[in-house]
């Protein structure tokens, strides 16, 4: 399973997609969607910084306002990722917060790359905000701590290889 629903958000979950929510359900709500992503959704990805994951994402919808519906995101959790030194997979915690804006499908709002366009019925897939704010919230660099990669990685580094 992609996700584990924490609390009973079935009318605002979407039936056609794992990550897709309706914002007019969700924006009727003061409890955000709380979903877990986990590593079948990265999986699928197959990018190459971030192998696998086991995040909680939470978004509080309102609006729309102006036909403009605001996403705030909350996203914690776990990230394997590959060490920039050795390439063995390190362990990342992570802890953010993001928002977004979305297009209401019905308003005469212009779309922008700021605030694209909801699909008909006012869904919107939150998979690829959850996944660019993980990326994201990465530091430039990350690597084991000293001493930590691999007894190769760590021999290369030092310069004293076979």
């Known amino acids: 399973m992609i996700f584990k629903k924490k609390h009973n958000f079935a009318a605002a979950m979407h039936a056609e997609g794992s990550l897709r929510i309706d914002l007019r359900q969700a924006s009727r709500t003061d409890e955000p969607i709380q979903t877990v992503i986990t590593e079948a959704y990265f999986e699928q990805l197959a990018d190459p910084e971030i192998i696998s994951a086991n995040v909680t994402a939470k978004v509080s919808v309102s609006g729309p306002q102006a036909g403009v519906y605001r996403l705030h995101y909350h996203v914690s959790g776990t990230v394997l ?82």
């Not at 060490?83 to 979305?102: N, Q, T, Y």
């Not at 699909?119 to 690597?143: C, K, M, N, T, W």
């Open 81 to 162: 990722t590959p060490c920039d030194r050795c390439g063995e997979m390190v362990s990342l915690e992570i802890d953010a917060h993001d928002e977004r804006f979305v297009t209401s499908y019905d308003s005469d709002a212009e779309p922008t790359e700021e605030a694209p366009l909801a699909q008909r019925g006012e869904v919107y897939d939150i998979g690829h905000d959850v996944f660019e704010i993980i990326a994201l919230s990465r530091p430039l660099g990350y690597s084991h701590e000293e001493g930590l990669c691999s007894d190769e990685a760590q021999a290369f580094i030092a310069g004293v290889t076979d």
